[in-house]
């Protein structure tokens, strides 16, 4: 059974920094998408990074060059490093993954394992 479970989450101020963590069990397979989503209140959930088995990431237009996805395969622990956060960036932070053929993009419909979510919150 494939677990995530995020932590990191927490308050800080604008300008300030998090770094999330979300710990997988349970995947076995060598292709795979890797992702972290966020959903503020009233809005949809939108995508925040991904990170793919061969290493490749991108990010959301909203977070480019303040975020970075990265991954401890050792430890088999994806982090997101959150640098300059913005009020704006206040959200449920879920970890996700979910397997991939080889060669293809990663998209939203790819990640059918989820963890529980950590708060981040920003303030001005």
């Known amino acids: 059974q494939v677990r995530l479970v995020e932590s990191g989450g927490g308050s800080v101020q604008a300008g300030g920094s998090l770094r999330l963590s979300c710990e997988v069990s349970?995947?076995?397979?060598?292709?795979?998408?890797m992702g972290w989503f966020r959903q503020a209140p009233g809005k949809e959930r939108e995508g925040v990074a991904r990170?793919?088995?061969?290493?490749?990431?991108n990010y959301g237009d909203s977070v480019k060059a303040r975020f970075t996805i990265s991954q401890d395969a050792a430890k088999y622990t994806l982090y997101l490093q959150m640098n300059s956060l913005k009020p704006e960036d206040t959200a449920m932070y879920y970890c996700a993954a979910g397997s991939r053929a080889w060669g293809e993009v990663c998209t939203n419909r790819n990640y059918n394992y989820w963890g529980q979510g950590t708060q981040v919150t920003v303030s001005s």
């Open positions: 349970g995947y076995t397979g060598s292709t795979y998408c």
């Open positions: 990170l793919y088995d061969t290493g490749y990431t």
